[in-house]
Nanobody
């Protein structure tokens, strides 16, 4: 019954920007950490950014200074502003959220959205 819906993926030129968003809906009490992961072609999935319920953030070294993760607790959303995009940022981006439900805390994942950066 819990659903994470992502939006904002697409294709851009190197140096451009994209903003990804993810909205959580369904039966849950609260959201703990929220984050974004990505999987580039031929590579393992990696953490891109994470934001705690208190607003603390962490970023992969490769995106520091270029990406910004934010959340809107009133709307149960998390966003990833991606600036100065590089071709190596290409990949499938997945939204992740740790949700508290009647059965306890567990992670949920979005379906993934494609980001393609051309040089």
């Amino acid at each position: 019954q819990v659903q994470l819906v992502e939006s904002g993926g697409g294709s851009v030129q190197a140096g451009g920007s994209l903003r990804l968003s993810c909205a959580a809906s369904g039966s849950f009490f609260s959201i703990d950490a929220m984050g974004w992961n990505r999987q580039a072609p031929g590579k393992q999935r990696e953490l891109v950014a994470i934001i705690t319920s208190g607003g603390s953030t962490n970023y992969a070294d490769s995106v520091k200074g270029r990406f910004t993760i934010t959340r809107d607790n009133a709307k149960n959303t998390v966003a990833l502003q991606m600036n100065s995009l590089k071709s190596e940022d290409t990949g499938v981006y997945y939204c992740n959220a740790d949700l508290r439900t009647r059965s306890g805390r567990r992670p949920y994942w979005g379906q993934g959205t494609q980001v393609t950066v051309s040089s």
